[in-house]
């Protein structure tokens, strides 16, 4: 599918992320105004409070975008969804009728503030990358007991927090936790020394479900994607995670970008998932492309300096499909709501300059990477910018998800002074 022409001339080339093939939903505010739905073409953001207050867009009784999140157009379900992908395009596609009344309802993007894009319901997050599950448990146990015998038969996942997911550009303080004394007995309170980034795919749920659903349902339930940075203590997740998983390593914060990237969007760019080395059990084998080719990219810059790219990956790496790992969240009986999201667990390919984190890039500390300022890093440091890339590449189009972006904080004197 080629690229799409509009009216809104920088969305028509081939390096924008936001030509009329994505139209991605997000919120956003400018100076004195409140917070309200947007979608992304080119520069510019179409205000969806606006577009629909003045009638341009009536897809239910009650208004759907003057509230700061998508959770209630996702609500109304996929037919409405593509209703509404039908209309934007209508509205701003090269020689629309509409121009004259849309144009004016456009706001710059260089003006506008973005938000959170809707209100995470749950968290969860998997560890369902094959490259990356084999460098972590090869550098916590071994090479021989590198995956665990459960990891090829089920996406292992652990129950996160809905409350600790921001939006980019969001600062991260480095947390304190209990770490690991010189011996077991002898932990102490001390602020993390390791602290590292995730680089993950987050899946949005978009229709509620109550009870076992089978892998298509799971992909027709999918609203969209956003990119995913699952900060992590490893110290603290050294000490903590057996035999229960991580818990407070994991708690600091979430990252994710500020554009939700829709299916439809993402549909041209499907891949199958990598060869299965045991069939996968009925309830959770391949229906069809679940994965996506999406370019991935990790990018450090020290404070006040330039950036270094530090990973290139793509998330067609996954063992898992989101649509794998939603199927198998709701096997035991656990209902599943609109705004749940779901961390794809950390991309890494098979290279070395293709690990999607830190603690595999410089092997636990042991092989600093190398910046092109001429620093090097084993772990973040305070003043460090992390940002995330992703762009799927088209016939002369790009969909993009825009930066998903954390500045690290310096730990607190002392988090317990009141
Ligand atoms: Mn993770």
Redesign the pocket.
Known sequence: MPLKTSWVATANSAETPFPLNNLPYGVFSTDGTEARCGVAIGDMILDMAAAEESGLIALADDPLFDVPYWNDLMAQGPAVWAALRERLTALLEEGSEARETVEPLLVPMAQATLHMPFMVSEYT???AGRHHATNIGTMFRGAENALPPNWLHIPIGYNGRASSVVVSDTPVRRPWGQLKGPNDDKPRFAPCARFDL?L?MGAIVGVDSDGPITVQEADNNIFGYVLLN?W?ARDIQAWEYQPLGPFQA?ATATTISPWIVTKPALDPFRVDAPAREFELLDHLKDVGPMLYDIDLEVTLAPDGKPATTIARTNYKEMYYSSAQQLAHHTTAGSPMNVGDLL?S??ISGPEKTQRGSLIELSWGGKEPVQLDTGETRNFLEDGDTLTLHGSARGDGYTIGFGPCAGKILPALDDPYKR
Request: negative net charge.
């Open positions: 997050d998997f560890y995730e993950e699952d992590s994991k961390g667990g950390t």
